[in-house]
């Protein structure tokens, strides 16, 4: 079993950045064997993958992402990051840290964390 507890949400303007966390505990061999990924959840919306990282470090991105965030992992801090730059309001959802899966979630799910793009 891991856990998996995010953070770093919050309220920022169109244009800026905010830096999402997401730090495992429990089987942390789980955590380092395994493909790492934010989705997201907007009102009214499905769940949609966000960004994915493998455990040799290739990511996989949504096109609505590319060139505005990066996902990366350490191990040695059993911690996955999502850098996101140029934040438009559309970008507003819960977002969650996921645990097993590169092209699709795993089995393990964060309990989300709030990120809010307004002026």
């Known amino acids: 079993q891991v856990q998996l507890v995010e953070s770093g949400g919050g309220l920022a303007q169109p244009g800026g950045s905010l830096r999402l966390s997401c730090a495992a505990s429990?089987?942390?061999?789980?955590?380092?064997?395994?493909?790492l990924g934010w989705y997201r959840q907007a009102p009214g919306k499905q769940r949609e993958l966000v960004a994915t990282?493998?455990?040799?470090?290739?990511?996989n991105y949504a096109d609505s992402v590319k060139g505005r965030f990066a996902i990366s992992r350490d191990n040695a801090k059993n911690t996955v990051y999502l850098q996101m730059n140029s934040l438009k309001p559309e970008d507003t959802a819960v977002y969650y840290c996921?645990?097993?899966?590169?092209w699709g979630p795993g089995g393990y799910w964060g309990q989300g964390t709030q990120v809010t793009v307004s002026s």
């Open positions: 996921n645990l097993g899966g590169y």
């Open positions: 429990g089987s942390l061999s789980l955590f380092r064997l395994n493909a």
């Open positions: 990282i493998s455990t040799s470090n290739n990511a």
